[in-house]
């Protein structure tokens, strides 16, 4: 069964606003990371967090973990076109050397 | 080139052929991954490797056969390709299992 769960499954925002993704996970982890997908592409990495970590911010991306409510979510500010991809949450058990990866949201942003 | 290369990009077999996908790494990661992503389920594990000879199964390795004799290599052999592998399947590597993973452009598997 899959381990996260990004919410919503598609937003579609205007260029130059903010986008907020989330992701809830089910069980203790050890890191939490997220990656974007380009329409038929392979997925590239974007910016992992500990779970002793609560933010972290990488360019204009910034991630939250909250771990007493098995959730994060992914930030990015002033969007661009270039932005519109699927982001997908994954995340490391603990005690599993495994990434575990959840739906994904689709991001549109319309020019 | 550096990397993680798939091979074929795109395949079309019968029902009942064996066919295999390539997946090969040029940075010596320890973990390679196999993932299958369909509409509406994401990416699912398939297979992983912790290191050359070791192999352990993933959330959906009913199907697959995966070897891995030299740490670059990690390719996927579908035994008897049924229809319901349809699928874009990615391979991928880092460092360590939890790590930040590497992966390829993806191999798009029909099954007719």
């Known amino acids: 069964s899959q381990q996260g769960e990004e919410d919503p499954q598609a937003l579609s925002i205007q260029e130059g606003e903010n986008a907020t993704m989330n992701c809830s996970y089910k069980t203790s982890i050890n890191n939490l990371q997220w990656y974007r997908q380009n329409s038929g592409r392979g997925l590239v990495h974007l910016i992992l967090i500990r779970s002793n970590e609560r933010e972290k911010h990488s360019g204009r991306l910034r991630v939250t973990l909250d771990t007493s409510k098995k959730s994060s979510s992914l930030l990015i500010t002033a969007s661009r076109a270039a932005d519109t991809a699927s982001y997908f949450c994954a995340t490391e058990r603990e005690g599993a050397q495994k990434l575990v990866f959840g739906q994904g949201t689709r991001l549109t942003i319309n020019p | 080139d550096a990397g993680i290369t798939q091979s074929p990009r795109y395949k079309i077999t019968e029902t009942g052929r064996q066919v295999t996908l390539m997946c090969h790494q040029t940075?010596?990661?320890?973990?390679m991954f196999w993932y299958r992503q369909d509409l509406g389920h994401g990416l699912r594990l398939i297979y992983y490797?912790?290191?050359?000879?070791?192999?352990d199964k993933g959330e959906v390795p009913d199907g697959y056969v995966v070897s891995r004799s030299k740490t670059e290599n990690f390719p996927l052999t579908l035994e008897s390709a049924t229809r319901s592998q349809t699928s874009v399947y990615f391979c991928a590597s880092s460092e360590q299992g939890g790590t930040e993973a590497f992966f390829g452009q993806g191999t798009r598997l029909t099954v007719v």
């Open positions: 940075w010596s990661h320890s973990y």
């Open positions: 490797s912790a290191a050359a000879d070791i192999t």
